[in-house]
């Protein structure tokens, strides 16, 4: 369980970190040829990073609370 506790932090912590890297890539790569569509796209990939990282959250919640048996 505590392994699981600080996997869990780790990879909410390096995500947390990421985001402005992945926020900044996405803003250089719509400033070439993206017009578009794909532009919308592109511009929502830091909307579904940090929505990845959310739910790797929930579930290391959900996790430790399903082994204390409270769910």
């Known amino acids: 369980m505590l392994g699981n ?5 780790i990879v909410i912590i390096v995500g947390v970190n990421l ?7 996405v803003v250089l790569a719509q400033a ?4 578009g569509a794909a532009s919308t796209i ?3 990939t ?6 990845g990282i959310m739910a ?6 959900v996790g430790g609370l399903r082994q ?3 769910v």
């Open 68 to 70: 204390a048996g409270l």
């Open 5 to 9: 506790l600080l996997g869990g932090f």
């Open 19 to 25: 985001i402005p890297t992945v926020a900044n890539q």
């Open 56 to 61: 790797a959250g929930i579930s290391l919640a």
């Open 42 to 44: 592109l511009g929502l």
């Open 32 to 35: 070439g040829n993206v017009t």
């Open 46 to 51: 830091p909307l579904f990073f940090a929505l």
